[in-house]
């Protein structure tokens, strides 16, 4: 089955970024798979970011990451990125990368889950 590991989470305050990657391994890569990311900050609900095709030459997101966050894919290496650019504390939380085979904006629509990393935005 498909492994998914993030990266890229730390302690940042707000204005600054980061950039989040998502590595796939296993039989089959992340080429064939929509990628998605969502993140879940304490006492919420687990919410959708954003998600790109199989391609990389379709990306949806969330209306509040819309103009600061830019998914991408590179399919030569299977990782996903997710730039994060001017964030907010609203920001924090464990964001996780997420396989499946269509575009969803819900969790129960992908298969495979990373174990998640941490981003935690001070003001």
């Known amino acids: 089955q498909v492994q998914l590991v993030e990266s890229g989470g730390g302690l940042v305050q707000a204005g600054d970024s980061l950039r989040l990657a998502c590595a796939a391994s296993g039989r089959t890569s992340s080429v064939n798979y929509i990628i998605g990311w969502f993140r879940q900050a304490p006492g919420k609900e687990r919410e959708f970011v954003a998600a790109?095709?199989?391609?990389?030459?379709?990306?949806m997101y969330t209306d509040s990451v819309v103009g600061r966050f830019t998914i991408s894919r590179d399919n030569a290496t299977d990782t996903v990125y997710l730039r994060m650019n001017n964030l907010k504390p609203a920001d924090t939380g464990i964001y996780y990368c997420?396989?499946?085979?269509?575009?969803?904006?819900?969790?129960?629509?992908?298969?495979?889950w990373g174990q998640g990393t941490q981003v935690t935005v001070s003001s």
């Open positions: 997420a396989g499946g085979r269509y575009f969803h904006k819900i969790p129960a629509g992908y298969e495979y």
């Open positions: 790109i095709s199989s391609s990389g030459g379709a990306a």
